[in-house]
């Protein structure tokens, strides 16, 4: 069964450092997605993607933040400044119609 | 700005101990709601879309409903396998498909 994969599973980074979090969503979905959830804390929203652009975000993605698909398979997700706040479990997703959203298994991002 | 509020927030069942979980939501227009699986650990995995009040789905021992409120997670007879995070998440009708999630209801399920 086809599944979205996101690498790494675990980075680990210095204040002030860039990140960049990897997704290959599911070959055939067209709209793309970024979640984020604080340890304890809800999913959050964060930024949705479709047809080469940004088509919603977040208050939280701030010009830190920025996406990318840079080929037809991989999403990418840059964090350019990382914060300590910033550390969280990062969930790539995706969707055929934009309705049922499939996810990724995430990244959990360490801001040391 | 949309709500959801899941509860309880945390239930020990024993197995073979039938109970629910509500999801109530506050949303001008819903597009959807949607329930999803999680582990410890890992992404939420999908269990159902539910699209208007009335509306059930079943999947094993899971049965979703849906009112103009509130939507319900109906586990019957449960199974130790059963033990996770269940998290209600809604699409609203404005926007670009976002899902708005709720805290989750931590399930445990005692053999």
């Known amino acids: 069964e086809p599944e979205v994969t996101q690498t790494p599973s675990h980075q680990v980074t210095q204040m002030g450092q860039e990140v960049i979090l990897r997704c290959v969503p599911i070959?055939?979905?067209?709209?793309f997605y970024w979640y984020r959830q604080i340890l304890g804390q809800k999913v959050e929203f964060l930024v949705s993607?479709?047809?080469?652009?940004?088509?919603?975000k977040s208050e939280i993605f701030d010009d830190q933040f920025s996406v990318e698909r840079p080929d037809g398979s991989n999403f990418t997700l840059k964090i350019r400044s990382t914060k300590l706040e910033d550390s969280a479990m990062y969930f790539c997703?995706?969707?055929?119609?934009?309705?049922?959203?499939?996810f990724g298994p995430g990244t959990r991002l360490t801001v040391l | 700005e949309d709500q959801v509020t899941q509860s309880p927030e945390a239930l020990r069942l024993q197995e073979g101990e039938s109970s629910s979980l509500n999801c109530s939501y506050t949303?001008?227009?819903?597009?959807?709601l949607f329930w999803y699986r999680q582990d410890p650990g890992k992404g939420p995995e999908f269990l159902f879309t539910?699209?208007?009040a009335g509306e059930e789905k079943e999947k094993e021992r899971l049965k979703a409903t849906l009112t103009k409120k509130e939507s319900f997670l109906h586990i019957t007879a449960p199974k130790p396998e059963d033990s996770a995070t269940y998290l209600c998440?809604?699409?609203?009708?404005?926007?670009?498909?976002?899902?708005?999630f709720g805290k989750g209801n931590q399930v445990v399920v005692i053999p």
């Open positions: 539910l699209y208007s």
């Open positions: 949303v001008s227009g819903l597009r959807g």
């Open positions: 070959s055939n979905h067209l709209y």
């Open positions: 997703a995706s969707s055929y119609r934009g309705n049922e959203q499939f």
């Open positions: 998440a809604v699409q609203p009708d404005y926007g670009n498909n976002r899902l708005a």
């Open positions: 993607f479709y047809n080469n652009e940004i088509s919603e």
